[in-house]
């Protein structure tokens, strides 16, 4: 199982941008999907959440200007950025809870990281 981040860049304050994470590999199913973003060298802070349902849970510091989104069908994930700021420059990174079978429990996932930076 692999999680493949893909769409960061380099955009002026202001701008936007959409990530994408895509979820391939022996996959019955895909669970609890987020994204996450390196603050630190040792620290990775949460950006926004969502449910296999589709329900939806943001930091403070992404509330009314990201919104997360999947598409199931194609155990894809989404992260369009706007307003974008300097302070949101960061790796970012996909994460997802992945049930290889039925029979299995899901396990934890790390996609590898995609950088976004954003100038003032």
């Known amino acids: 199982v692999q999680l493949q981040a893909s769409g960061g860049g380099f955009v002026q304050a202001g701008g936007s941008l959409r990530l994408s994470c895509t979820a391939s590999g022996h996959i019955f199913s895909v669970d609890d999907m987020g994204w996450y973003r390196q603050v630190s060298e040792n620290q990775r802070e949460l950006v926004a959440t969502?449910?296999?349902?589709?329900?939806?849970n943001y930091a403070d510091s992404a509330k009314g200007r990201f919104t997360i989104s999947r598409d199931n069908a194609k155990n894809t994930m989404y992260l369009e950025m706007n307003s974008l700021k300097p302070e949101d420059t960061a790796v970012y990174f996909c994460?997802?809870?992945?049930?290889?079978?039925?029979?299995?429990?899901?396990?934890?996932?790390w996609g590898q990281g995609t950088l976004v930076t954003v100038s003032s």
């Open positions: 994460n997802a809870d992945i049930a290889r079978s039925r029979w299995m429990a899901p396990r934890n996932y």
């Open positions: 969502v449910t296999s349902a589709g329900y939806t």
